[in-house]
């Protein structure tokens, strides 16, 4: 069974650029979340996507955005990047219908904007 | 929206003694309440989960409380070993909301 895979590991970006983020959901889960985890916090929800739509969205500003893909892998784009947006980034996906319980989480996409 | 408030953010207890973790959450609806562990540089792994149908549950030496009158549930941890260091997130969710809210983090560290 292969489990979350996040892509890149490591990016550095500059203020105002965009970036996008992957996501490889375990095998047999069609459902995908988004989190940010700032250094010494919790994950914060971005998004979660279901079979390609999107169910549900947290405090995030519209120039965060994403897809799901009919293989159910995901992207996490993000636009006019600022300085707090530093973080990782993490995909956790499950299985079934939308959020059953326990999160699979990837090992998550460090992103530092310079 | 839910608020998860953990504490204490950092803990420190010699091998074997017992370590307890808190959580309380805000919102009555939620239903779902996981326990996730984050050793450093690491994704974060489930180690225990509770429903709000349960009072308590317990593997081997974990174990978790809900009170859900009270809105809090705890992590109890029993003969902790060094490789129990890590950080732990309490969260909360409600099944098939789409969102589970993470509280802070506790930094545990065992000294062996």
């Known amino acids: 069974e292969t489990g979350v895979t996040q892509s890149p590991t490591h990016l550095i970006k500059t203020r105002g650029q965009q970036v996008t983020l992957r996501c490889s959901s375990q095998?047999?889960?069609?459902?995908v979340s988004w989190y940010q985890q700032a250094l010494g916090q919790g994950p914060q929800f971005i998004f979660q996507?279901?079979?390609?739509?999107?169910?549900g969205r947290g405090n995030f500003p519209p120039r965060f955005s994403g897809l799901q893909f009919p293989n159910y892998s995901s992207e996490l784009n993000v636009n006019a990047l600022e300085l707090d947006d530093s973080a990782l980034y993490l995909c956790?996906?499950?299985?079934?219908?939308?959020?059953?319980?326990?999160?699979?989480f990837g090992e998550g996409s460090r992103l530092t904007v310079l | 929206g839910e608020n998860v408030e953990q504490h204490p953010s950092t803990l420190s207890v010699q091998e074997g003694d017992s370590a307890v973790i808190k959580c309380t959450y805000s919102?009555?609806?939620?239903?779902?309440f996981p326990w996730y562990k984050q050793e450093l540089g690491k994704r974060p792994q489930l180690i225990i989960d509770?429903?709000?149908?349960?009072g308590e549950k317990k593997d081997q030496r974990i174990a978790v409380t809900l009170n859900k009158t009270a809105k809090h549930f705890s992590l109890h941890i029993t003969e902790t070993q060094p490789e129990d260091s890590a950080v732990y997130f309490c969260?909360?969710?409600?099944?098939?909301?789409?969102?589970?809210?993470f509280g802070d983090g506790t930094t545990l560290t065992v000294k062996p």
């Open positions: 509770i429903r709000s149908n349960v």
């Open positions: 996507y279901y079979r390609e739509e999107e169910n």
């Open positions: 095998s047999g889960h069609n459902t």
């Open positions: 969260a909360a969710s409600i099944t098939n909301a789409g969102k589970s809210t």
């Open positions: 956790a996906s499950s299985p079934g219908q939308r959020n059953t319980g326990e999160l699979f």
């Open positions: 919102d009555s609806a939620s239903n779902y």
